[in-house]
């Protein structure tokens, strides 16, 4: 079945070092979407990527859409401690009608 | 503020009785999606409703009903639960192509 690996795995950074993630894919991707989810809470949408090279930011976020189109970044600047939490990134694969979540990225940061 | 509510956020229930969840969202969104979530896995979708048009995966059990009896409010029915079945059960709405919008989601323990 379509899995979307997520690397690193999980991630212990210094606060204000800034953190870089990506996503693959083995299948063609129209869109990318990036969320954050805490402990205990469900996830929340940060970012939405919709066209191959596409850079968009939201504050101290930014996410990239692969040219190929199999893979995404997303890269936080001076991580601060209410970041931690999991990163999902999730999209549809070309013909598919629902949404697919990567394994995620833990992110810890140490104050 | 527009959002996604679900309650309970806790829900205790005894193996085997059956148990309601439920989700409502004031963004009047057309898709309202259930997933269901174990520790710190990629949520797994379990059901979603496109309006009133209801569209099961084909490796949800059949122990999880659903009902959405208006555009606000989508039920997940448990018929019979498991200790497998114990886990974080998310609802999600969408309009835009894909990007879903989750609720805070509800803990579910079997004892």
């Known amino acids: 079945g379509q899995q979307l690996n997520q690397s690193p795995q999980s991630m212990f950074i210094q606060e204000g070092e800034d953190v870089s993630m990506n996503c693959t894919s083995s299948s063609i991707f129209n869109t990318w979407l990036w969320y954050k989810q805490e402990p205990g809470e469900g996830p929340v949408l940060l970012i939405a990527?919709?066209?191959?090279?596409e850079l968009t930011s939201n504050g101290r976020l930014t996410a990239q859409f692969g040219i190929t189109r199999k893979d995404s970044f997303l890269n936080i600047s001076a991580s601060i401690p209410s970041d931690v939490g999991i990163y999902f990134c999730?999209?549809?694969?070309?013909?598919?009608?629902?949404?697919?979540f990567g394994t995620g990225t833990r992110l810890t940061v140490i104050p | 503020d527009a959002m996604v509510i679900q309650n309970p956020r806790y829900q205790v229930t005894q193996f085997g009785k059956p148990v309601t969840l439920s989700c409502s969202q004031t963004l009047n969104h057309n898709v309202m999606y259930w997933y269901q979530q174990k520790s710190s896995q990629a949520p797994k979708l379990l059901f979603h409703y496109y309006d009133k048009d209801f569209n099961n995966e084909a490796d949800t059990p059949d122990n999880f009903q659903s009902r959405r009896p208006n555009t606000s409010f989508c039920f997940l029915d448990i018929r019979s639960p498991g200790l497998g079945d114990a886990a974080m059960y998310l609802c999600a709405t969408s309009n835009i192509a894909y990007e879903q919008y989750f609720g805070p989601g509800t803990r579910l323990t079997v004892t």
């Open positions: 990527l919709y066209k191959a090279g």
């Open positions: 999730a999209g549809p694969p070309t013909g598919a009608n629902n949404l697919f």
